[in-house]
């Protein structure tokens, strides 16, 4: 331990200082006696609960590292394809948006989760940079009830897109083309593996770029290099700073909870860091959301010294195989499948063939605005939060309590070093 405390205290003294500098120029304001309300707790929404079913079937995987999804984008692209099915398909559909708790103020699954689509359109350029894009692919199948489509595109942003009638290789590479458009130019990732599209698939894809801008910046003055010590040791960027945040402890379960608004308080974003160097796995397995929903109560406005990695975590995902073990069967199955409100002649012939994502978020120093017109904020025997090891990361609507993105930081890219120990 002795070691480790060192550490965080040379990373403390430079944040400190500044703080102190300033507070000597100019007397900081006192915190605010009424602290900005709390966005709807996880309990109670479609994108927490499938998202967390869906992160811990993707990490199950020992080989998963640096996930990152969209739970809201997933749980829009099955909303619109369930509406369009029927008997124990549609069932199956309802089942993987299902809340164990009874679901929020303001309506079904689908209402949540279309209303938490346009609250995230509309912060998007203040709180965050965002491209984004769903699309339902299909390949040489029956015509899409009109219905359908208008449904789809106005309540879950799901366009339609038929495939050519090429191979694998063609419908890969119009996938990829949509995927960069969606992206604002950047290119995906490759799939692991190909796509064997048959007559009569229905393909549900999606492709989101993120990056956050914080309410108060991480100037170059307190930026530098550091040890990041995930799967492998390297040399990064490690950004600093001092200020008023939600914080909380779990000293049970040897976990900090930190809550960071984004610029203009229209979204923020949540970490959980456990004490000490370890992988996620502890971690991962206690999370439900019940504790999520706990922690998240309890955090309240402290002083902390932030220490963040600069950092992009980049997956690219195909969902059949956990989407299947968490439910999904029949609609796999060309025989099984009942997408009748897609196409009244989809008996068949119609079925799911892959649920597809890409998706990017950047840890990056930008603010929203220059700090120069935001008051300083009275530090107070800090607590300290550094990141220089694997965490879990979400980013959350404020207004609806949505979540938008969930992913895991376990290896930061940089110079290798050895491992010494």
Do not use: C
Request: net charge neutral.
């Amino acid at each position: 331990m002795l070691p480790r405390l060192s550490v965080y205290i040379l990373i403390s003294l430079p944040v400190l200082l500044v703080q102190g500098s300033s507070a000597d120029k100019k007397k900081s304001p006192a915190a605010p006696a009424t602290p900005p309300s709390r966005p709807p707790a996880p309990l109670g929404d479609p994108s927490w609960a499938l998202g967390l079913r869906l992160y811990q079937a993707l990490r199950s995987d020992s080989s998963s590292v640096n996930t990152v999804f969209s739970p809201l984008l997933v749980a829009s692209s099955l909303g619109a394809l369930g509406g369009g099915s029927a008997g124990t398909t549609a069932s199956q559909f309802q089942d993987l948006l299902k809340t164990s708790s009874p679901a929020k103020t303001g309506g079904h699954a689908g209402e949540l989760v279309s209303r938490a689509l346009e609250s995230f359109a509309k912060a998007n350029g203040t709180s965050f940079h965002l491209h984004t894009s769903s699309a339902l692919f299909s390949k040489q199948a029956p015509p899409f009830s009109q219905a359908f489509v208008k449904d789809s595109q106005a309540r879950f942003r799901v366009q339609h897109q038929p495939l050519g009638k090429g191979d694998s290789k063609a419908d890969l590479k119009q996938l990829h083309g949509w995927v960069k458009a969606g992206l604002g130019g950047l290119e995906g990732a490759p799939l692991a593996a190909e796509i064997q599209a048959k007559a009569g698939a229905l393909i549900l894809a999606s492709a989101l770029s993120f990056k956050g801008l914080w309410e108060r910046e991480f100037s170059e003055e307190s930026t530098d290099h550091r040890t990041f010590l995930g799967k492998k040791y390297t040399k990064v960027m490690m950004m600093h700073r001092a200020g008023l945040y939600r914080h909380h402890e779990d000293m049970e379960n040897m976990v900090q909870v930190l809550e960071v608004p984004l610029w203009q308080g229209k979204a923020s974003m949540v970490f959980l860091l456990p004490f000490h160097v370890e992988s996620l796995h502890r971690l991962e397995k206690l999370l439900t959301l019940e504790l999520l929903s706990k922690w998240l109560e309890k955090t309240n406005i402290s002083s902390v010294i932030i220490s963040l990695p600069k950092a992009n975590i980049t997956s690219t995902l195909s969902l059949q195989k956990q989407l299947s073990a968490l439910g999904l069967t029949d609609a796999w199955d060309q025989n099984a499948a009942d997408f009748s409100g897609v196409s009244d002649k989809s008996k068949g012939k119609v079925h799911l063939g892959a649920v597809l994502q890409w998706a990017s978020l950047e840890l990056a120093a930008q603010s929203g605005k220059s700090d120069v017109d935001l008051e300083e904020e009275n530090i107070e025997k800090p607590k300290l939060f550094y990141a220089d090891h694997p965490f879990i990361i979400f980013v959350r609507d404020n207004a609806t309590g949505a979540l938008l993105l969930m992913g895991a930081l376990d290896h930061a890219e940089g110079e290798a070093l050895h491992d010494e120990l």
